[in-house]
């Protein structure tokens, strides 16, 4: 797997335990953050769906396709990650236009961003 398929299947990872990392560190802040959470959750599912699949896709699919479980095409794989990134960019706007932690919010704004350009990337070259 090159360099570069890594890179673009594990920062968005490395950076859903770092916005997890900021939750954690604010547990104990004051009100209740559920937007930014909830936009934290679509993107470390994003994130997840891109890393595993493309892993997936590139070490398992030489396995013969008359198995069911090698039966997942990449744009079913690039859907996934788009409606997940654009529900996390949905929800973190709102949480971001509530005022909740402007660098959770970044972080998972520029994660989705990231991971909706190489899905629509991916998916217009397959």
Avoid at 33 to 58: K, P, R
Avoid at 59 to 82: E, G, I, R
Avoid at 98 to 103: D, F, L, M, Y
Wanted: aromatic share 14%; proline share 4%.
């Amino acid at each position: 797997m090159p360099l570069q398929l890594w890179v673009i299947c594990f920062v968005p990872l490395i950076a859903a335990i770092w916005g997890w990392a900021i939750v954690y560190k604010n547990r104990d802040a004051k009100g209740q953050q559920l937007a930014s959470e909830i936009a934290l959750i679509l993107c470390t599912a994003s994130a997840m769906i891109g890393a595993f699949g493309t892993v997936y896709l590139v070490y398992f699919t030489c396995v013969p396709s008359s198995t069911p479980w090698t039966a997942l095409p990449d744009y079913k794989l690039d859907f996934c990650v788009m409606l997940f990134a654009l529900s996390s960019v949905v929800a973190g706007f709102i949480a971001l236009m509530r005022g909740h932690s402007r660098t959770l919010c970044g972080t998972v704004l520029l994660t989705s961003a990231w991971l909706m350009f190489f899905s629509i990337m991916h998916a217009s070259t397959a």
